[in-house]
Every structure is written in structure tokens, then in C-alpha cells.
């Protein structure tokens, strides 16, 4: 069985003590928690820190993006052997407020999942359709894509140790969260194409997160389907009361 994960993305929020008080508290509530995994994904300055608060804890650490090189001419980039050596194991990738803010095309993101596996570094792999794309019944042909080139030259070992993310964008920081029918209907696509891509043994493994709007009264139901295996939480995880809620669903 897949087992669940949750992780919170604190996004361009906390400076390193804001971080430090927020860890400690989720830190507390999640002794205990042994059949599911927590994630914490702070800002880059607070990422060390942050990992070292939890280095006697199960509860991991991920950049919220990362460069497919080691090192070299990069401003503004961080190297998956950087978020190694400050504690991370993880980096969310293909965001799409990168994706959006930032024009990353799937390209790029692709080079950057390629890059993290190469280093060791768990990727989760952000993808979502617009409320656009939606209203135009466009979203499984725009998930293909993103999934197709986002994935791109990654191998069947590499992917059981990819996690897949799928956030509607209509649904991030919005209030607004797909129902649980509308994400089981999306989540089961992404493994069937997966499937297909890869195979059905691959695709079973793979855990698919949902993310946008998860909060602690639709985490329960949300976790409940078949196939949504946790949860990317943005808002609610800098609060430590909701975070401790969502990452204690029943
Ligand atoms: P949200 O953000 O929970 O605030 O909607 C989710 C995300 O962007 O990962």
C-alpha cells in the first residue's frame, strides 16, 4: 500500500526565527504518526535551520524548487547537493506559481526533475490545469502534456521514487478545493496514464498528492479516495493548529 504523505509549503513565508517557532509546533504534534510521512518545505533561508530542529525526527525536508546543475553561473538558483547538504531530501517541482510568475515551461521543469533524481533528492511534481483549461474541458489533455514532457527521460526506477502532486490551479490559495469526486476522477487518471507510460506496477506505487485549499474539514474526505494518496498543503500549513489537524486526518 501507498503510504500517505503530507506536506506543507510554506511558500515565500517565515524568516528563519518565524520558521523555527512554526517547526517546534509541528514538530510536537507529529510524535507518533508511524504510518505516514510529513513534509516541510520552508523558505531557502530557513531550510538548515529548519532541518536541523528536526534532525532527531521523521518528519522530512524539501526546497521549493531546485536547479538541475551542482554548480556553476545560476543567480538566484539553489543546487540539489545545496538542499542536501542543508538537510533537505525532497524539492517540490513544476509549482505553479513557478510555473505561472515565473513562465517555467515543461521543459525546464523537466531538466529540474531529471536533476534532483540524478542527486538523490525526492521530486514532487507539481501539475494542474487553469479554471480556464477546466471550463474548456481541456484538463486531461493538459495534464497529458504536462505529465508526458515533465516526465520526460525519467526512468521506471526513478519514477517509484517520484511523487506526483496534482493541484488545480483554479483551487490554490483560493478557498475554492476540487470536490473529492472531481480529484478521484483526476487522480485516477494520472495513474492510468501512468500505466501506460510506465507500468501498472509503477503506477501503483506512485503516490499522487492533491493540493489547493486542503484544510482540516476536507482533508478527511479528501484522503479517503482511492487514489489520493496525501496532500500538498499550502495556507493552512503555517498555521500549526490546522497543519496538526491535516497531518493527524483520520
Ligand atoms: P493552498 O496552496 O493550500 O494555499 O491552496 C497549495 C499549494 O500551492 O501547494
Not at 533524481?117 to 521530486?123: A, H, Q, R
Not at 483551487?171 to 501498472?200: P, W
Amino acid at each position: 500500500m501507498r503510504r500517505p504523505l503530507l506536506a506543507g509549503n510554506w511558500k515565500m513565508h517565515t524568516n528563519v526565527l518565524e520558521a523555527y517557532l512554526l517547526v517546534a509546533e509541528i514538530g510536537k504534534c507529529s510524535v507518533g504518526l508511524n504510518d505516514r510521512d510529513v513534509l516541510l518545505a520552508p523558505p531557502y533561508t530557513a531550510l538548515h535551520s529548519v532541518a536541523n530542529v528536526l534532525h532527531d525526527s521523521d518528519i522530512l525536508v524539501a526546497s521549493q524548487n531546485v536547479c538541475w546543475e551542482e554548480k556553476g553561473a545560476f543567480t538566484g538558483e539553489i543546487s540539489p547537493t545545496m538542499v542536501k547538504a542543508a538537510g533537505g531530501t525532497a524539492a517540490i517541482i513544476g509549482h505553479s506559481e513557478r510555473r505561472q510568475i515565473f513562465h517555467e515551461d515543461d521543459e525546464m521543469i523537466n531538466k529540474r526533475l531529471l536533476g534532483a533524481l540524478k542527486f538523490g533528492l525526492m521530486p514532487l511534481f507539481c501539475i494542474g490545469e487553469t479554471l480556464e483549461e477546466r471550463e474548456a474541458e481541456k484538463t486531461f489533455a493538459v495534464l497529458e502534456g504536462q505529465i508526458r514532457r515533465g516526465l520526460a527521460g525519467v526512468s521506471p526506477e526513478d519514477m517509484k521514487k517520484t511523487v506526483v502532486a496534482y493541484e488545480p490551479v483554479w483551487a490554490i490559495g483560493t478557498g475554492k478545493t476540487a470536490s473529492k469526486e472531481q480529484a478521484q476522477e483526476v487522480h485516477a487518471f494520472i495513474r492510468n496514464l501512468l500505466a501506460e507510460m510506465y507500468e501498472k506496477a509503477i503506477a501503483d506505487s506512485v503516490r499522487i498528492l492533491y493540493g489547493g485549499s486542503v484544510k482540516p474539514d476536507n482533508v478527511d474526505e479528501l484522503m479517503a479516495q482511492a487514489d489520493i494518496d496525501g496532500a500538498l498543503v499550502g495556507g493552512a500549513a503555517l498555521d500549526p493548529e490546522s497543519f496538526c489537524r491535516i497531518i493527524n486526518f483520520t
